[in-house]
């Protein structure tokens, strides 16, 4: 890295306390000097080194009218179209790639083989009796038996981008003058933001027309700018027909400001957006003014009811998961929540009119979470609810003409964690879950068929491994890709109405990456704290592990509550730098403790209220002196623990709360206080902030990191960038502050102009991470100034923390 790309990092204070005694059974790597070649051999270990040698596993189906499919099949040996018949079940070349090349080549003028046509844009016509080869601006189709190719006209912008000519993303546009557009279902017409206010633009034409005139300065049309994100996409849902938008006036005028200031040379530029915070007042918060705009007409409906909170289904953006239109736009189902997600509330609008009904409100003691999209049934005025209420997720169904209850449609241990298709002729959900397969990880995901009157449940998906699915149209044929941490992913075509096998597609071919030395992580099960619940995790060893030395254990955390440390349980080559780390001496483990989701909804709220005093942090070391007991190759003694934004957070937290553990911790972009970070987080799962607000005596002071900073044992390393717009740095500085104050010893990093995730000087936090634990837990000597190889972190395969 340039000297002038270098963060700048600060010292401060001086790392005065020499490490702690080993035992005799100490790592011989104590007092080791680390050279290149050892940084070399951990930074072969990135998903960047690893990119590519994960051959084939992926079927990406493009379904034909009768249901038959084809997808691109990737293996060692080449590219080669598939063509799959699910009744007859076989699975044969879709085309004779070798003639086709050379009819092609014959009416192009162009010299082709077997291997760049498969790798071309195709598509197949709807009966499968040609392919469509598109190059460049031009079309071309040739029957599959290679006989003869003739002009197909010109290819359009979207045919002429990628292989296979489908696909092509959301319906999302970027005008000529800069808003992005958000584009109607029928395509011919875009809405966009200008000055606080909605526009219309013709597609065809560029014709542009004036929706709304009274937006003004923080009190705009489809804003989504209340909060970090700063977004200037117009938040709307065109109805079925193109011809309506439901959406919004979001009032932000008192809401408080956010700042930052840039590092430059000469005067700094100074960065200040809408941003509340928990504490504030009901009228200090973003509010939302739901409203219908007929597009066509201009007319504009306010709906009748008072406004909601800035509120998202999920995270801290604005989206359109809480409505849903009828078929013919003359209805709309909106869900409300309140400040504190208590409870949700579900209307039934009337566009042309604005009035409202309110059928029921769904209420918890701590916090309403919907991992799952309600659905309407308009046709038969019925309602599919999730709800937590019996202490597990599941679907319910309503009635619209009163808002009843009729019935529990999904029961049983597991929640229900998406509606992936309703069939409503057959009455007929197609669902992902959760921890419903005996013997395997709860944390699988798993698909499942069920009648809405709650009988015929049948699980589609059994494998052992966690699963995505690709319905035929019909629903009636399932392509199931499975895989999990030691199984490479495995594609197979199953029954959708019984979940039988039918055949083999794709399983993907690792030799490559095996020949590199790698291994999977270890995936184990501990119980937690209270000794009675079962928690799961990945623990990591270095490819040249030896169990006759005892290691330093390294936790990489997210402690939730809205996700857990592991993410995705599907089969990757590189789970960010945790491979890495461990190829230089150490254990590297990632643990899912209570309260993070996809669990019972008691285990989620297992520290509700107390984000600071509990945060996971006993679950870990819990589970982490189980391992220790369980394999001696573990030195319980060294421990270090390390995480990035909320894990961040519980790091620090740890490394105050637990002083006697801890040894050593890396704390990344941590939103310490919650009364620093956005309202959304800390009020769903904190809770109202009570007391005299901003005091050592409200609710969220006892939460706080830096009241604790006192109480700093270990070794600590602090990270932040300066320009932070998800958790302000402000954050960072409350416990820098304290740290001063209590006259502790600790290493501060601020990268300045970087946002949240440090971007392009990720790989030198990375860098320091592997230091920081080299001199602290192996009293090691890392090499000076190791520049880890920019090949990107990303690639197939590969994957990050993802926190």
Known sequence: ??????????????????????????????????????????????????????????????????????????RPSGVEIVLVDPAAGTRTPAFDHARVAAALSSAAGQSFTAATIAEASLELTPKADAVIVTLGA?????????????????????????????GGGGRGGRGSDGP?????????????????????????TGA??????DGVEHFGYATDNAGWRKSDR??????????????????????????????????????????PLPGDTDKEMALVHRLVIDVDTGRLTRLKMEPDFHRATLGDDIDMDDYEWNADATKLALVSTDRFHKTATFR???????????????????????????????????????????DWGHLYLYDLTNGQLKHQ???????????????????????????????????????????????????????????????????????????????PPVVTLRNGETGRQVMELESADISKLEATGWKPPMSFQTKAADGETDIYGILFRPSTFDPSRRYPIVNQIYPGPQSGSIGSRAFRSAYGDRQALAELGFIVVSIDGRGTPNRSKSFHDAYFGAMGRDNTIPDQIAAMKELAQRYEWIDIERTGIWGHSGGGFATTSAM?????????????????????????????????????PNSRDDSYSIEANQEFAKDLQGKLLIAHGGMDSNVPVSNTMLVVEALIRANKDFELIIFPNAGHGFGQDGNYMMRRRWDFFVEHLLNGTPPAEYEIPSTGRGGRGGGSDGQ
């Not at 490490?19 to 051999?41: H, I, K």
């Not at 069939?423 to 959900?429: H, I, K, N, P, Y």
């Not at 553990?661 to 309202?679: L, M, P």
């Open 1 to 74: 890295m340039s000297a002038r790309l270098a963060p700048f990092a600060v010292a401060a204070a001086l790392l005065v306390a020499a490490a702690a005694p080993l035992g005799s059974q100490a790592s011989s790597a104590q007092g080791r000097v680390f050279t290149t070649a050892d940084y070399d051999r951990a930074a072969s270990k990135l998903a960047g080194p690893l990119a590519g040698l994960v051959v084939g596993g992926e079927v990406d189906a493009t379904w034909l009218p009768d249901e038959r499919f084809w997808y691109q099949s990737e």
């Open 138 to 166: 031009n079309r071309w189709s040739c029957d599959v038996a290679g006989n003869a190719c003739s002009r197909a006209g010109a290819a359009t912008p979207r045919q002429a981008q990628g292989r296979g000519g489908r």
């Open 180 to 204: 992005p557009l958000n584009v109607s279902p029928d395509g011919t017409k875009g809405v966009f933001i200008r000055d606080w206010n909605l526009f219309v633009r013709d597609m065809a």
């Open 208 to 213: 542009e027309r004036q929706l709304t005139t």
């Open 234 to 275: 117009a938040v709307l849902l065109w109805s079925p027909d193109s011809k309506k938008i439901a959406t919004f006036q979001q009032d932000e005028r008192n809401v408080g400001w956010m700042y930052m200031v840039s590092t430059n040379v000469g005067h700094p530029n100074l960065e200040a957006w809408k941003y």
């Open 348 to 390: 039934i609008a009337d566009p042309a009119t604005g009035e409202v009904r309110t059928l029921f409100t769904e209420k918890e003691e701590t916090h309403y979470e919907s991992r799952v999209n309600w659905r309407v049934l308009w046709d038969t005025n019925e309602l599919i609810w999730y709800s937590q209420r019996d």
């Open 409 to 487: 449609i999904t029961k049983g241990d597991g929640p229900i964690t998406g509606i992936e298709r309703l069939d409503e002729e057959s009455r007929t959900l197609w669902l992902s879950a959760v921890g419903r397969e005996t013997g395997q990880d709860p944390y699988f995901t798993h698909f499942y068929r069920t009648r809405l009157d709650g009988t015929g449940y049948v699980s589609l998906t059994p494998d052992d491994g966690t699963h995505s699915i690709d319905l035929s149209p019909s629903g009636r044929w399932i392509v199931d890709t499975y895989s999990r941490w030691d199984l």
């Open 656 to 692: 105050f709360r637990y002083p006697d553990f801890w040894k050593a911790g890396i704390s990344e972009s941590g939103n310490h206080d919650q009364r620093n970070y956005e309202d959304d987080w800390g009020e769903r799962y904190q809770g109202a902030l009570t007391g005299p």
